[in-house]
């Protein structure tokens, strides 16, 4: 323990350490601080495929922040508008297809586990004739989606104000359209709202002149 | 004065350095007396009294204490500033009476720091027990934070407050510590091998008395004391300015500053002299502080005293002068109004009683200073309460008039922090030189006529 | 390093003087003096100069006084300038305390550990003191045997007349080489040492790497929330207090939101014809702010399937889902405006029922949009986003 | 080292030139007062109460000695003793401005102050309770400039005071302080009669302890290059150094605290004061005036070597001096001048005559200080027990 050939090594392997301290410290949040927050929800639902490929609008399933303070989960039955046809991916339901018609059979009805999820939540499942139909053993379940974004209780935010004076959704949320799984991409604190409040009250939205208070009671109140 | 031809030793009773050493480290070596055992218990005591009573209001909430709406500042900022006041003295005595020379400083300097230590210490308690929730005073602090970063007030003077009274902490506690370190290896020296002698030893950071370090030692002794002095004429500076950047009447006063750096100075005089006086007979150490400390020290409280009064009667004056209808009714409901009585203690304390200190054979006296330093202290309590609380209870709007009264909790609060002060003094008493050898030694000299022969350059 | 020195020892401060004086004379080579106080006017007897630490006490002083400054502008004019009391931003004059704290909290504290570093003192370092009593009355001289001219007797000599009560000769190792390397077995000693706090320090920053790894899929770490979760539930969350799990309830069937009338029709093509007969569009084809909204409605709720222009070629119908008749040729351009209002609010064959997601006048300004989209003038697709 | 050697030291062409000043300032200042007769009477009183207090300020300086026996300065305490004579001269010369021109202060003027509000001021400023105030403070101050220099020339070398001179200077303390507060309220503050200021005479108390220290430096380094070589030594240098920068640091102290809280409070009539001083072509004097007093005065003496040097002390010290001039100026002039300053025939005439007049009156001040002997002063070098011993 005493030859210097060990007081070299350690002290190349404590410079790495630090290197690899120096570049973890980047993704390192102060405490309370969700960037970058992306939990694993209950059902794998993905916003690159709806959002993305499909191109649905967000107002489409979150039309709530049109006209109240949250955003707002779809419920079930918004999912159920498509998906009491789409059961399974694309891709799994034309394989059916094409081994029925080889079979000279009906195409089987396929549930995804995912999809089955959902159909779970509401008591529903496939009957006899592998249609979807109320299970009465089912009970109801909702889904418990876990929230990404979430704002400490003191503080008041609302988006309809925001829509409404036309704040894109991805201003705050990201490119959500991108993400398979939704990630929290500021910080949330009050410094990155108000900053924007700040640069909205000075240059406007889309041109427009806008009011972004700054006052204190705006949000706390 | 006027003998002043001939001035007296320093240290009485013919001392050399060995005996100096032996006489100063004696307390840490004997085993406690009966005094200080009961000094000790008496004091601690009355810490967990206040121990205890800090706990409850912590845990049920500040509504515990007596104030309301129109006085929301009282007994906490009182206690808060008369403890800081008390600080002062000791930073006086260790630097301004430093870079003035003045050589009677050695024997009560290393005392008086602790003193501020410990009255420091006492006084930043008040503040953080306001905040209701103590375990948030870091809030204070200005640190990226993720509010937004939200900062600190910096145009408030109760955020001056917070810096003033931290750096004034650590500045005192270096210089402390600083003057401490050769006799730490002095004591460590003669300490019997065990865990005292390894601490004694860690702290005195391998001191060898080098006369290399000596000589940095020495010009670093006086960066301090140059750096403390302004500091302790801001940090009581920054305390006025908790009031006087107010627009109350008996707050917003531009000569608060320096009225207050007096008063401070004051009360700290008059704290040091009370500690002094006990602690030279019950650690019997009469041939160190002599009447040759006591003196100064009582003139030091008479000026200071007489300042603080003129102060008093600058602002009666101005407040008449000034035209302005609520100041003069501020002065005259201070003097006349339902807390009268505090103003006459105040006036009587700290300006009439003092007054005695013109006349040497009361200086002389050592039971009649003790009375008076006691007084002071009271006195200068009282002030602080004045000031506060007889501008708050009458404020603008009549009908928000009001009386305020402390609680049991309050007073429990204030015996507590008295509690705290005495029982770190009676530890420091009994575990550090509570004198500075190396500095006595360097003034055992002085006034025995045996001078040094001249040394050829 | 060692060097051969000559240590005299002195009871007086005089006698110390004097030989200082003495040796000096003598152009003898003093190391050091040990005391145990700082002896006045010994530095000029010494001729010493002055240290330097006053440089590190005024550029501590003047870096904190700056920082401070620097802070408080930074923080109260351009990172979070806020209004107190109709203050400016900068706010000078009230700047000016914390800014001389500042300083003299920096100049204090640079200034002492300036000292510890020149002086090598640190805690838990070992005394040891060059003769004993230098810590309490004795004094000591220490004259450096430079070279081999050095007589060791005559300087013996001239400072027992000085009155040294005790002069001998000694090897004094020094205890930092310039190269800060100690000799021999402390030598050993000290690499040891040094390498358990490297190995020490290695594991630390090693845990610390593993222990700060982000897992993202967790939120967090809070401190002191204190009000950031009530104890409330919040609308999304579970609630164990419902059959249902759920805090926000679904309203009683039947109720009918605020401004909403009831619609009597049932799901079926028969009552489509008839609504097609009784209901009309509140809406005119003029009115550029339905028209506007429609485009909106149509471009976020049914563009998915029916695509931008109405041809039923949506990204939705492209990847296998039914595909929707086109809107702008065929029936639908024949069908009466309030048989389109039944459609979009019960749905038909694979379309679903859009009453849950659209208001009954964003339906309306939809079939105006589907209006617009079948006259050839209007634009084919909408590029406006919500 | 005889008296008139103190005295000839001065070059007759130093004295001649003294002369010249005084005499070509006491015409411009003649001439002003026919060309700017407003401006007259607002110059002579800067210069009266700048002259009493140097005056006032040697005596402090010789009352501070006796009572903390600090006696490293008493190799040219013949400076301060000179400084405090020159108080029973420009007393008198600044009561007769004071009683001539009481006329020219607003609150003569009928109406001025309010009838409900300002019943204490109205009795406080009755012109006759002024004129009766104003010379029993000048008076008083008098009496104590005489007793005192006197007790102090004819104290026993190289011993400390008397018992009575003690005494004397610390009564001296205790009603300098009573009357030199409420003079500088009665002649200064009451300038502008809506405002006041709780810290205004510790703010000028801070003027003439650092201008008055100017004034001994000045001397002391010009002594020590004629009669006072030996007496004056680097080590006094040093200490005056020292204590110039902690006055100039105390002044600085006190200015800020009253600007800092009235700019804080921003009450109107508070800061009307001060935002006259502020404004428009005032505004440079305003912040040269901490320039001078303060931050030159700082920095130049920071550094060890600089408080060592005679030539720097010099420069500073007629800075400092120069920077109470300018203080007094800002105190007095921007309420009788209105909006803007004026530097005219009567500024310069008035300065003038002060440093000339103030100059010859020193020297013949300092002529009648008896000085030490330097076997006397060769005590001096030691600290105070070595002195004890000394043979008398």
């Known amino acids: 323990m005493s030859r210097p050939i060990v007081t070299v090594v350690l002290v190349v392997g404590l410079a790495f350490a630090l290197l690899a301290l120096g570049f973890g410290a980047g993704s390192v949040h102060l405490p309370a601080n969700r960037q970058d927050y992306e939990p694993v929800q209950p059902l794998a639902f993905s916003h690159r495929l709806h959002a993305g490929e499909l191109n649905i609008a967000c107002l489409h399933c979150h039309g709530a922040a049109e006209k109240s303070r949250h955003a707002g989960i779809p419920a079930a039955s918004t999912c159920m508008n498509c998906h009491k046809l789409v059961t399974a991916p694309m891709a799994a339901v034309r394989a059916e297809d094409e081994l029925a018609q080889k079979e000279k059979r009906q195409p089987r009805r396929i549930v995804s586990p995912e999809l089955q999820k959902l159909y779970d939540s509401l008591g529903l499942s496939l009957n006899e004739k592998r249609e979807l139909a109320p299970d009465p053993r089912k009970p109801l379940r909702p889904i418990p989606w876990i929230k990404v974004y979430s704002l400490p209780d003191f503080a008041y935010f609302d988006h309809r104000a925001h829509v409404r004076v036309g704040v894109a959704c991805e201003k705050c949320h990201g490119a959500v359209e991108t993400m398979e799984r939704v990630r929290q991409i500021g910080d949330l604190s009050m410094g990155w709202c108000v900053n924007c409040h700040r640069t909205a009250d000075r240059e406007g939205i889309n041109g427009a002149q806008v009011h972004a208070s700054t006052d204190c009671d705006i949000c706390h109140h | ?457 | 390093m060692s060097k051969r020195t000559l240590v005299a020892v002195f009871e007086h401060e005089a006698d110390l003087m004097r030989a200082v004086a003495a040796v000096r004379a003598a152009d003898l080579k003093i190391d050091d003096v040990y005391a145990p106080y700082a002896v006045h006017g010994l530095d000029r007897a010494l001729g010493w100069r002055p240290s330097r630490l006053g440089w590190a006490c005024a550029l501590g002083g003047m870096s904190g006084a700056i920082f401070m400054l620097w802070l408080q502008w930074w923080t109260s004019a351009v990172s979070w300038p806020l209004n107190v009391g109709g203050k400016p931003w900068n706010s000078l004059p009230a700047f000016v305390p914390v800014a001389f704290e500042g300083m003299v909290l920096a100049a204090g504290l640079t200034t002492v550990f300036a000292l510890l570093a020149v002086a090598r003192l640190r805690p838990g370092k070992k005394t040891r003191p060059i003769v004993p009593g230098v810590a309490d009355d004795r004094f000591a001289l220490v004259l450096e045997e430079a070279d081999a001219a050095f007589d060791a007797a005559a300087a013996s000599k001239l400072l027992r007349n000085c009155r040294a009560v005790e002069v001998s000769e000694r090897v004094l190792e020094d205890e930092f080489s310039p190269l800060g390397a100690p000799a021999g077995a402390a030598r050993t000693r000290l690499r040891r040492r040094l390498n358990y706090l490297l190995l020490l320090l290695l594991a630390v920053v090693v845990a610390m790497v593993f222990l700060t790894l982000p897992d993202p899929s967790r939120p967090n770490r809070e401190f002191f929330p204190d009000m950031a979760h009530s104890p409330a539930y919040s609308s999304a969350s579970a609630n164990p207090n419902f059959p249902d799990g759920k805090t926000l309830q679904s309203p009683v069937p039947g109720v009918l939101t605020q401004g909403q009338s009831p619609l009597h029709y049932d799901a079926t093509d028969a009552e489509a014809l008839r609504a097609g007969r009784e209901l009309r569009n509140p809406f005119s084809a003029k009115d550029a702010k339905a028209g506007a909204r429609g485009a909106l409605v149509f471009q976020t709720y049914c563009t998915p399937c029916h695509g931008g222009g109405g041809l039923g070629d949506g990204a939705v119908a492209l990847r296998g889902y039914p595909a929707p008749p086109s809107l702008v040729t065929g029936d639908t351009t024949k069908m009466p405006d309030g048989q389109l209002f039944h459609i979009i609010t019960y749905g038909r064959v694979n379309m679903p029922a859009q009453s849950g997601l659209l208001s009954p006048e964003d339906r309306w300004a939809a079939i105006l949009h589907i209006r617009s989209l079948q006259t050839p003038t209007a634009p084919k697709s909408i590029e406006a986003k919500p | 080292m005889n008296r008139e050697a103190v005295y000839s030291c001065a070059s007759p062409k130093a004295v001649r030139l003294l002369w010249a000043s005084a005499l070509l300032g006491g015409l411009a200042l003649a001439l002003g007062g026919v060309l700017q007769p407003q401006r007259l009477w607002p110059n002579l009183l800067l210069l009266g109460f700048l002259a009493v207090g140097f005056g006032l300020g040697g005596l402090l300086q010789i009352a501070f000695r006796d009572l903390t026996g600090a006696r490293w300065s008493d190799g040219f305490r013949c400076v301060r003793e000179a400084l405090g004579a020159t108080l029973p001269w420009t007393a008198p010369i600044l009561a007769a401005i004071l009683i001539a021109g009481v006329a020219s202060y607003p609150w003569y003027r009928p109406g001025m102050l309010a009838e409900e509000t300002d019943w204490f001021k109205r009795g406080w400023l009755e012109p006759e309770f002024f004129t009766v105030r104003a010379i029993s403070y000048l008076a008083i101050w008098m009496i104590f400039a005489l007793a005192m220099v006197r007790a102090s020339r004819r104290e026993a070398a190289p011993g400390g005071p008397t018992r009575a001179g003690v005494r004397l200077s610390a009564a001296f303390l205790v009603v300098f302080s009573l009357t030199f507060w409420l003079a500088g309220t009665d002649w200064i503050m009451s300038l502008e009669p809506h405002w006041c200021s709780t810290a205004f005479a510790v703010y000028n108390f801070g003027g003439i302890l650092s201008s008055s220290l100017a004034a001994i430096t000045l001397a002391a380094v010009w002594l020590q290059r004629g009669p006072l070589k030996n007496a004056v030594t680097r080590e006094h240098l040093r200490d005056l150094g020292t204590l110039l920068l902690g006055f100039s640091c105390f002044w600085m102290y006190i200015w800020f605290c009253q600007y800092m809280l009235i700019w804080y409070t921003n009450v109107p009539e508070e800061a009307a004061y001060y935002a006259s001083r502020t404004h428009g072509l005032w505004a440079p004097l305003f912040y040269a005036n901490v320039a001078i007093n303060w931050a030159i005065p700082f920095a130049v003496l920071l550094p060890r070597a600089s408080k060592e040097s005679g030539g720097i002390l010099v420069k500073v010290s007629l800075l400092v001096l120069a920077g109470r001039w300018l203080d007094v100026y800002l105190m007095i002039l921007p309420s009788t001048n209105g909006d803007a300053p004026a530097i005219g025939f009567c500024e310069l005439g008035a300065f003038a005559l002060g440093v000339g007049a103030g100059g010859l009156l020193f020297l013949q001040a300092l002529r009648k200080s008896r000085q030490l002997s330097t076997r006397e002063l060769s005590c001096h070098a030691g600290d105070a027990p070595v002195c004890a011993e000394a043979p008398r």
């Open chain 2, 1 to 457: 004065m006027a003998e002043a031809h001939h001035p007296p030793p320093l240290v009485a009773g013919n001392k050399s350095s060995a005996d100096v050493t032996r006489d100063i480290c004696a307390p840490l070596e004997r085993g406690p007396t009966g005094w200080w055992w009961s000094a000790f218990l008496t004091s601690a005591s009355v810490l967990a009294l206040g121990a205890a009573a800090v706990a409850y209001q912590v845990a049920t909430g500040i509504g515990t204490w007596g104030l309301n709406r129109t006085v929301g500042w009282a007994f906490d900022i009182t206690n808060f500033v008369f403890w800081i006041g008390i600080g002062h003295a000791g930073t006086l005595i260790s630097a301004i009476l430093f870079l003035f020379r003045q050589q009677w400083r050695t024997s009560v300097n290393r005392s008086a720091e602790a003193m501020t230590i410990f009255a420091v210490m006492c006084a930043g308690l008040f503040p953080l027990i306001h905040m209701g929730r103590p375990w948030l005073a870091y809030w204070v602090v200005p640190y990226p934070n993720f509010r937004g970063p939200l900062w600190v007030n910096f145009r408030s003077a109760l955020m001056w407050d917070v810096f003033a009274i931290s750096t004034y902490f650590t500045i005192s506690l270096v210089f402390w510590y600083v003057g401490l370190i050769p006799d730490l290896a002095t004591a460590s020296a003669r300490a019997r091998p065990g865990w005292r002698r390894r601490l004694l030893e860690f702290f005195s950071l391998g001191w060898n008395g080098s006369y290399r370090t000596w000589h940095r030692y020495e010009l670093v002794y006086l960066l301090l004391a140059g750096l403390a002095t302004p500091l302790v004429v801001s940090v009581h500076t920054v305390v006025s300015f908790d009031f006087a950047t107010a627009v109350l009447p008996g707050w917003h006063t531009t000569v608060l500053p320096p009225y207050f750096v007096a008063g401070a100075i004051f009360s700290g005089m008059a704290m040091v002299l009370t500690l002094m006086l006990v602690a030279r007979k019950v650690m019997g150490l009469e041939d160190y502080i002599t009447q040759r400390h006591i003196d100064p020290m009582c003139k030091l409280t008479l000026l200071t005293g007489s300042i603080v009064g003129l102060a008093y009667l600058v602002e009666l004056f101005t407040a008449l002068y000034s035209g302005n209808a609520y100041e003069q009714f501020a002065a005259m409901n201070r003097l006349w109004g339902p807390y009268g009585w505090c103003y006459w203690v105040m006036i009587g304390c700290n300006v009439a009683v003092p007054q005695l200190l013109w006349f040497p054979r009361i200086r002389r006296a050592l039971p009649a200073v003790f009375v008076i330093s006691v007084l002071v202290n009271v006195g200068m309590w009282f002030e602080r309460f004045v000031i506060i609380v007889t501008s708050l209870h009458r404020d603008f709007l009549p009908s928000s008039w009001t009386m305020y009264l402390p609680t049991s909790v309050e007073l429990a609060t204030l015996a507590g922090s008295f509690g705290l002060f005495f029982t770190c003094f009676l530890l420091f008493c009994r575990f550090l030189p509570m004198i500075a050898m190396g500095e006595v030694k360097g003034v055992l000299e002085h006034g025995r006529g045996n001078v040094a022969e001249e040394v050829a350059p």
